[in-house]
C-alpha cells in the first residue's frame, strides 16, 4: 500500500436532503418501495428535460478523495447504478455475511442521493465510509489510500452482501486436469459460481487462463481463475508513444520462469525451467484495468507518469483471448485519475454519463462538464470499460 502525506481539510459538512423526512409515506406503502418509485419519477423527469441526474459531487471528508473518485465511476456504471436506484438489491441480500447488510444498504443509499440531488448540490459519504471502514479497518481514519486497493475491498464487501450463495458447499479438490481446456474452464467457472454468485460478480468478474510449458518434457498444464481487475504493467520505451494495448501486450507476454522462480512440472517431479503466459477466457460485462503506475522499491515507492493512449471507443480485445471469440469489445466509460507523487497527490474521476453519454470531470464536491478528446491524460489510473453489445457495433 502507498502512502501519501498529503493533508486535505474536510469541507464544511453538508445539509442532506432527507430522503426519509421528504418521502414519509403517508399511506402503509413500504419505504424501499416509495424511495423506488420516488427515484423512478426522478430519472423519467429527466428523460424529458435537460436537466440531467448524477452530477452531484462529494464531500471530501479529509484525504478521501480516493474514495470519492471509484464511487463515482461506479455511480456510472449503468447496471450497478440500476441495481441500487430500482432497489433491486433488496431481494438479494444476504444476513449470513459478516456485516449483514449494512455495507450494501448504505452503498445504494449514497447511489440514491447521488442520484436524486441537484447537481449543484454535494452529499456526504460519511454514513458510507462508516461502514466500508467497519468491513476494511485499513480504510480506518484520513489517511490517503490506494484507489485500486479500495475498489477491490468494496466490490468483495458488495459481493459478499449480495451474494446468492446462502451455504456455501464444500471445496472439491478433485482434479480436472484430465479435461480438454474448455471443459476445465466451464468447470472451474460452475465450481467458482456454487461459491460465489451475485450480481456485483455477474457485472465485473471474469476469468483469466494461465499456461505453465516444461521446457524439459513439454508437458503445458493450465488453470482457470476469476478476476475482478487486470494490472497491467507500463512498458518503458526511450522514445515513441505507449498504448493501451502495448500494456496488455506486455501482460500477456510468455514469460520464462527460471532460476528461484523454477515451478515443479507435474510430469518430470522436478523444477524446471518452464514459460508462463496469461490470456482472457472469459470476458466479463466490465472491464476494469489498472495501469500499475506504482512500483515498490527498497527506500521509498516510485510512480510512473507515462502518458498511456487509451481508446475510448471499441477496444477490440480478441486477440487476447484463449479461445475463439467474437464478442470481446470495449467502451471506456469512467477513467479514476491520481496526479501529483507518491509523498502526496490527489484523486479525480472522468466518468461518462449513462443518461446523456456526456462526459464530466469530478473532483471531490466539484463536478465540471469536460470533453472527451482530454479524458486521455497521465494521470489514469484506474480504466473502466464496458462491453459493447454486438448490435451497437454493426
Known sequence: MRDSYTVTLPEEPPTLPDLHK???????????????????????KTKSSKVVQGLTGLRNLGNTCFMNSILQCLSNTKELRDYCLQNQYLRDLNNNSRMRTALMSEFAKLIQLLWTSSPNDSVSPS????????YAPRFVGYNQQDAQEFLRFLLDGLHSEVNRVLVRPRASTDTLDHLPDDEKSRQMWRRYQEREDSRIGDLFVGQLKSSLTCSECGYCSTAFDPFWDLSL???????GEVT????????????????????????????????????????????????????????????????????LKDLDLREFASQSCNHAVYNLYAVSNHSGTTMGGHYTAYCKSPVSSEWHSFNDSRVTPMSSSHVRSSDAYLLFYELASPSSRM
Open 22 to 44: 421528504d418521502l414519509r409515506p403517508r399511506t402503509s406503502m413500504p419505504g424501499s418501495l416509495l424511495v423506488s418509485t420516488f427515484v423512478g419519477l426522478v430519472l423519467n
Open 233 to 239: 504493467p507500463i512498458p518503458k520505451k526511450g522514445y
Open 127 to 134: 454514513e458510507f465510509k462508516t461502514q466500508i471502514q467497519r
Open 244 to 311: 493501451l494495448m502495448d500494456c496488455l501486450r506486455l501482460f500477456t507476454k510468455e514469460d520464462v520462469l527460471d532460476g528461484d522462480e523454477k515451478p515443479t512440472c507435474c510430469r518430470c517431479k522436478a523444477r524446471t525451467r518452464c514459460t508462463k503466459k496469461f490470456s482472457i477466457q472469459k470476458f466479463p460485462k466490465i472491464l476494469v484495468l489498472h495501469l500499475k503506475r506504482f512500483s515498490e522499491a527498497r527506500i521509498r515507492t516510485s510512480k510512473l507518469t507515462t502518458f498511456v493512449n487509451f481508446q
